[in-house]
């Protein structure tokens, strides 16, 4: 084989060191900003897009890398000011007291997991409290432990909850549901262990749950309803759960407040076969105007005005 008397192999090799170096630092590039990301809250704003919001110093989601974005203790609670989208879906977890609050107009979306739950026992459960905006991604857990110092929660009386994959409440979550102007979507609902579901009536009532999926519960999970501002003189039947699959609540475990006796003020119908309805009704007293305080138990799931949490089918 014959060399050209013009090659010379310094400059061959310095090229192929040139496009290694090149590559190297493109990959370095495309992974650097993956990282777990703790709201700090240095900023002039809750912005969720402030720079100094971040321990970082860089938004999350936004570089296509799958971050671990935490919010931890009270000191990391916030009220985003605006939006903001995954590009790579990521984790949002919120603990030890750390409370996010979502008002409307301002949306999360396209994350994979959402977490409330403590760091450990004894540590304290998170909470997100939504009177309005949109949460869109794949799976929510709120979940504590008998160990944890406090629940984790999720509060809803407004905006929408719309999930791919499932909307799971583990031991000593708690999920509340205010008035009738809130909404949750998933591929599946279910309550595990000694978690609660309530719902809180408002002078409009309260919404309604469609399962095409499953809605399953354990046979600790406990659910209360109570009666709030409803006006109780003019009656209402509120569907609860509307499903092709449903576990029910062991009766002893259903708290009603507020409607009188069961029989008199109210009835709780379950139709664990059929239709797989759970319906709560509100038996017309005129001369109850306002809901009274006080309460029973009975053995049913409830209904509610149009707050709609709907499960789409698995497919």
Not at 11 to 18: A, E, L, P, Q
Not at 45 to 54: A, F, I, P, Q, R
Request: glycine fraction near 12%.
């Amino acid at each position: 084989m014959s060399v050209s008397p013009n090659f010379k192999p310094w400059k061959y090799m310095m090229t192929v060191r040139n496009v290694y170096l090149l590559t190297a630092s493109v990959a370095l590039m495309s992974v650097s900003h993956s990282a777990t990301m703790h709201w700090q809250g240095e900023g002039s704003s809750d912005d969720w897009h402030d720079l100094d919001n971040w321990n970082t110093k860089y938004v999350p989601g936004n570089n296509g890398e799958e971050d671990n974005v935490i919010f931890e203790g009270v000191e990391d609670s916030c009220t985003p000011i605006s939006s903001f989208n995954f590009i790579k879906a990521s984790n949002f977890n919120l603990r030890d007291e750390a409370t996010l609050t979502l008002e409307a107009g301002v949306s999360i979306s396209n994350f994979e997991n959402v977490r409330l739950a403590p760091n450990g026992a004894p540590k304290s459960g998170g909470h997100i409290v939504q009177t309005g905006g949109n949460l869109f991604g794949n799976h929510f857990y709120v979940a504590s432990s008998r160990k944890a110092a406090s629940r984790s929660s999720h509060t809803l009386s407004g905006g929408t909850v719309s999930l791919t994959g499932k909307y799971e409440v583990k031991e000593l979550g708690d999920v509340v549901l205010t008035g009738a102007s809130a909404s949750l979507k998933a591929s599946l609902i279910n309550f595990i262990g000694a978690s609660t579901l309530t719902f809180n009536f408002d002078t409009s009532g309260i919404g309604s749950l469609t399962s095409e999926g499953i809605f399953k519960v354990s046979e600790d999970t406990v659910l209360e309803i109570n009666a709030g501002s409803y006006d109780r003189s003019a009656g209402g039947s509120f569907t609860l759960v509307n499903a092709n699959r449903y576990t029910g609540f062991a009766t002893s475990n259903i708290i009603v407040n507020g409607f009188g006796a069961e029989g008199e003020g109210y009835t709780l119908t379950q139709d664990h076969e059929g239709n797989g309805d759970l319906i709560f009704e509100v038996i017309a007293d005129p001369e109850a105007s306002v809901s009274s305080s006080g309460g029973s138990s009975a053995s049913a799931l409830i209904g509610f005005g149009s707050t709609s949490v709907v499960i789409s089918r698995p497919h």
